[in-house]
Nanobody, 124 residues
Framework: QVQLVESGGGLVQAGGSLRLSCAAS????????MGWFRQAPGKEREFVAA????????YYADSVKGRFTISRDNARNTVYLQMSSLKPEDTAVYYC?????????????????WGQGTQVTVSS
């Protein structure tokens, strides 16, 4: 059974950092593009970052560019999201997603597998 499990969320003060992890199981995801999305209360789920299957190409939402870094370790079947200079508006549930294609995408509909999410709360 394919499963994505996020971890690393929590409560942090504005300006702080967190690193999210997404562990994939059930099969190898080394040929899949991976992405991170987030959903704040009352808002739609939105794109945050994506990485292609080799890790050689990354994409970011304008709102997080320069503050967040996505990376992956294919040997560990894990993708990461390093978040720095966090702001209260980054507060959301963060979801990991896998795309059954090697190239990354920004659209939710392009992803085939989703994790359950991890809460990130940034206090002012």
């Amino acid at each position: 059974q394919v499963q994505l499990v996020e971890s690393g969320g929590g409560l942090v003060q504005a300006g702080g950092s967190l690193r999210l992890s997404c562990a994939a199981s059930g099969r190898s995801f080394s040929s899949d593009a991976m992405g991170w999305f987030r959903q704040a209360p009352g808002k739609e789920r939105e794109f945050v970052a994506a990485i292609n299957w080799t890790g050689g190409r990354t994409y970011y939402a304008d709102s997080v560019k320069g503050r967040f870094t996505i990376s992956r370790d294919n040997a560990r079947n894990t993708v990461y999201l390093q978040m720095s200079s966090l702001k209260p508006e980054d507060t959301a549930v963060y979801y990991c997603a896998a795309r059954d294609r090697p190239l990354a995408a920004r659209s939710l509909s392009e992803y085939d597998y989703w994790g359950q999410g991890t809460q990130v709360t940034v206090s002012s």
